[in-house]
């Protein structure tokens, strides 16, 4: 089974982002720039079932500028056989990606494309539904169990209050939740070996897509300040502060 993976490189999960003075977007000069944590968990699900044997090759593909080849070479050091960058330095939005990827998946004729679940960044959770309504596939979406069930595929979905199991005909479109897996930290020698995997470069334009955007941003603002809490000397104070200050008793 070949397997696709979606990564997309996006601010650092661990740093504060910043709004632009012209509230147009987010400060991205000198900030430290990562892969998606939800794609890290679809690499991670795609590395472990080539373990198993159920997968034969794993092919990372990211849609960005020329340093998300930092990205795809993560993917390669996570255990990834080769790459594809899909070079712009447009913004790319999820309907462009997925027709993209459309595209590959038609070149590259994968059993299963796994996707994360939303880009931290723009939180759009769109991209792997798209992708697999332009396939026509069946998809497993916030998957945080995925198994092999003879010609199936087993999907357990986290959904508001519980967990749904689905099961998809190959091929299929994945999208991964949090607790799908743990991803693995690469090793040096594997960071070094990554360097010598092939790696393809693309334009948006070589598959046909039309990147200009379908959405105007109006602005972007920070998130309301929250006040700092105070101490209460006893319950009686607590329970007359949320009755009359607070008013949610
Ligand atoms: P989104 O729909 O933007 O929330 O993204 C969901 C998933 O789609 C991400 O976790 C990636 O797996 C994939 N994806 C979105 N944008 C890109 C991109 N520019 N390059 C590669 N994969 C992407």
């Given at each position: 089974m070949k397997i696709i993976v979606a990564v997309k490189r996006v601010v650092d999960f661990n740093v504060k982002v910043r709004v632009k003075s012209d509230q147009s977007g987010v400060e991205l000069a000198n900030v430290k720039m990562s892969m998606n944590p939800f794609c890290e968990i679809a690499v991670e699900e795609a590395v472990r079932l080539k373990e198993k044997g159920i997968a034969t090759e794993i092919v990372a593909v990211s849609i960005g500028p020329a340093q998300a080849q930092e990205t795809i070479r993560t993917a390669m050091a996570m255990g990834a056989d080769r790459g594809i960058l899909v070079q712009t330095d447009d913004t790319v939005e999820p309907l462009a990606v997925s027709k993209i990827l459309h595209n590959i998946v038609e070149a590259e004729q994968p059993q299963l494309v796994i996707l994360g679940?939303?880009?931290?960044?723009?939180?759009?959770?769109?991209t792997g539904q798209m992708l697999a309504a332009l396939l026509g596939w069946g998809q497993g979406t916030f998957a945080s169990k995925v198994e092999k069930d003879g010609e199936a595929l087993k999907v357990t979905r986290e959904i508001d209050g519980g967990l749904e199991t689905v099961s998809l005909k190959l091929p299929a479109v994945v999208t991964t939740d949090l607790r799908l897996n743990e991803p693995r930290y690469a090793a040096l020698p594997n960071i070094m070996k990554a360097k010598q995997k092939p790696l393809e470069t693309k334009t948006p334009a070589d598959y046909g897509?039309?990147?200009?955007?379908?959405?105007?941003?109006?602005k972007v603002t920070e998130p309301a300040k929250r006040e700092a809490g105070i101490k209460v000397k006893d319950i009686d104070e607590l329970v007359e502060k949320l009755k009359n200050e607070a008013k949610v008793i």
């Open positions: 679940k939303q880009s931290i960044d723009g939180d759009n959770n769109q897509v039309d990147t200009a955007p379908r959405v105007v941003t109006l």
